[in-house]
């Protein structure tokens, strides 16, 4: 089952806050730690291969995040088939524990030839993930939203799926609610949607659909205050999932009036 309505669990981890956050694009480290800090998150992605080349925007990145605090989610960007996903992921878990966290098995798994609309791969993808699955990781693979790819990836063992709601920085929003909603239906695992989410609404929009999750980078660290915005996503966050848990008012084609005709004071 996906878990309790008060954790977030992935894998054999469980987490209270449902907002997950990138580390690139920030101005500075100085900003990144403020907006990490102002949305109170426990998970934050690390672009492996963007640390071991020292990048501009990560050097350093590993020393100013207290990884005692948060967890660590390193990923495959950058890599264009499955051979290469899979050995920056063995080099993601040995950086998680560089930074202490000797259990930490987690990768999120991006395989991304297309340059031009930065779509993930679902051959490659699952090639990776059922020898990543093998090899004990906990697979979090990033997906166009394919109800029929979700459903195999959670059947080999991946912790989650994690379906685009739109292009990875377009700021669209979630344009094709109708397979992810298949996707949320169908899954017994937690589903978070990753890319295209440009503001707190579209966050609290995936939330309030039952997804379990969304990770959030650039529509923060690219807003004129990436703080302000942090702490405008934590809380959309929060708003979606009480929304989901209350259960909304159903549609309908007639109005239906908020208060009953009974008692109504007549002339007569």
């Not at 524990?97 to 395989?111: C, M, P, R």
Request: proline content about 5%.
């Amino acid at each position: 089952m996906k878990g309790s309505d008060q954790f977030l669990k992935i894998g054999d981890k469980e987490f209270r806050s449902r907002l997950l956050v990138g580390t690139g694009k920030y101005s500075s480290l100085e900003v990144m730690q403020n907006s990490l800090k102002t949305t109170n998150c426990e998970i934050v992605t690390v672009a492996v291969r963007r640390i071991k080349g020292l990048e501009s925007g990560h050097k350093g990145l590993m020393e100013a995040i207290d990884w005692k605090k948060i967890w660590m989610l390193p990923n495959t960007a950058g890599c264009t088939n499955a051979e290469e996903a899979i050995r920056v992921a063995r080099l993601g878990r040995e950086l998680a524990k560089l930074a202490g966290q000797e259990t930490n098995n987690f990768v999120k798994l991006e395989v991304i030839p297309d340059k031009k609309y930065l779509l993930p791969d679902p051959i490659a993808t699952l090639k990776a993930a059922e020898q990543l699955v093998k090899e004990g990781f906990t697979v979090l693979p990033y997906i166009n939203s394919d109800p029929l790819i979700a459903k195999k990836l959670e059947e080999i063992g991946c912790a989650t799926v994690m379906p685009l709601g739109s292009p990875i920085g377009s700021a669209q929003g979630i344009r094709n609610a109708a397979n992810i909603a298949m996707i949320i239906e169908e899954a017994q695992i937690p589903i978070i949607i990753d890319a295209g989410i440009g503001v707190p609404s579209e966050a609290a929009q995936a939330l309030e659909m039952g997804a379990d999750a969304v990770l959030i980078n650039s529509a923060i660290a690219l807003s004129n205050n990436p703080v302000l915005m942090s702490n405008a996503f934590a809380k959309a966050t929060e708003a979606g999932r009480d929304a989901y848990l209350s259960g909304r008012l159903k549609r309908s084609s007639l109005a239906n009036p908020s208060s009953p005709f009974d008692g109504v004071i007549s002339k007569n």
